[in-house]
Nanobody, 113 residues
């Protein structure tokens, strides 16, 4: 069993920045990668960024150059640094694990124009 808890969401004006955190606890040995997903109102959940156990990263085209995913394996933490935020980034952001699949409960990010 793995528990994922996101934090760091909130309200920000366009052009601003936020940093999301995901704390993982439990039996995490089977996790091969972690990722951030987001779901805007009336839209499907979509991948935002992913980081593997080796540290390789990839990003959705819509966030490349603006968002940075990182992790601290010693603390079992994953982060998403979000810069130059746009209103279209407004969504609930979720943390997800791969290898053994778990989701966090989500954290709301709202970007006003």
């Amino acid at each position: 069993q793995v528990q994922l808890v996101e934090s760091g969401g909130g309200w920000v004006q366009a052009g601003g920045s936020l940093t999301l955190s995901c704390a993982a606890s439990g039996i995490i040995a089977g996790i091969s990668a972690m990722a951030w997903f987001r779901q805007a109102p009336w839209k499907q959940r979509e991948p935002v960024a992913r980081i593997t156990r080796s540290g390789s990263t990839n990003y959705a085209d819509s966030v490349k150059g603006r968002f940075t995913i990182s992790r601290d394996t010693a603390k079992n933490m994953m982060y998403l640094q979000m810069n130059s935020l746009k209103p279209e980034d407004t969504a609930v952001y979720y943390c997800k694990t791969f290898g053994v699949e778990y989701w966090g409960q989500g954290t709301q990010v709202t970007v006003s124009s």
